[in-house]
T-cell receptor
Framework: DTAVSQTPKYLVTQMGNDKSIKCEQN?????MYWYKQDSKKFLKIMFS???????INETVPNRFSPKSPDKAHLNLHINSLELGDSAVYFC??????????????FGPGTRLLVL | QKEVEQDPGPLSVPEGAIVSLNCTYS??????FMWYRQYSRKGPELLMY????GNKEDGRFTAQVDKSSKYISLFIRDSQPSDSATYLC???????????FGTGTRLKVLA
């Protein structure tokens, strides 16, 4: 079974449109993330939720709005899409065990292309 | 200066070579160090995790952390063409949910 899944895998849309990306994890983790990866492979954190509570909100335009209906899901809605939003968006979830080990597991990514 | 620096490569090596990948960092609060492998058009996959200083070995992979020098390394022994990918280092501190990633090093292992 897929641990962290994202839909859709590919998204091609016009400037100005509104779109959503969905993420689900079946690992039982409490913390989930959205990252943006640009063409140079740099992974930049956007948001993080812990137990449905927003805990990280980086300097992201407010056209981007995350929503976590429950611990296993984290969605990303983007309003008024711009050319610069074209990138690969990764969802991740974080494991933290009692020993303190904390590691992230990534989804397969959503390739967004804004025309 | 970026918090985490990583040479983007590409690094090309012949099959069977020992590969050394490195990251330097500036934040002495980092305690958790990870290496991810990312194949083209795939998500990052966790390879190695190390807490604080020291070495960790898993098969052909060895991760080293030198906190005094703020320097981490990933060694790949007997490299294979299937190791060709981008390798990303990532770091985090205690009590934080935030991870800082390097820019990734693109590795090509030539058959």
């Amino acid at each position: 079974d897929t641990a962290v899944s994202q839909t859709p895998k590919y998204l091609v849309t016009q400037m100005g449109n509104d779109k959503s990306i969905k993420c689900e994890q079946n690992l039982g983790h409490d913390t989930m993330y959205w990252y943006k990866q640009d063409s140079k492979k740099f992974l930049k954190i956007m948001f993080s939720y812990n137990n449905k509570e927003l805990i990280i909100n980086e300097t992201v335009p407010n056209r981007f709005s995350p929503k976590s209906p429950d611990k296993a899901h984290l969605n990303l809605h983007i309003n008024s899409l711009e050319l610069g939003d074209s990138a690969v968006y990764f969802c991740a979830s974080r494991r933290r065990d009692r020993g303190g080990e904390q590691t992230q597991y990534f989804g397969p990514g959503t390739r967004l292309l804004v025309l | 200066q970026k918090e985490v620096e990583q040479d983007p490569g590409p690094l090309s090596v012949p099959e069977g070579a020992i590969v050394s990948l490195n990251c330097t960092y500036s934040n002495s609060a980092f305690q958790y160090f990870m290496w991810y492998r990312q194949y083209s058009r795939k998500g990052p996959e966790l390879l190695m995790y190390t807490y604080s200083s020291g070495n960790k070995e898993d098969g052909r992979f060895t991760a080293q952390v030198d906190k005094s020098s703020k320097y981490i390394s990933l060694f790949i022994r007997d490299s294979q063409p299937s190791d060709s990918a981008t390798y990303l280092c990532a770091m985090s501190g205690t009590g934080t949910y935030k991870y800082i990633f390097g820019t990734g090093t693109r590795l090509k292992v030539l058959a």
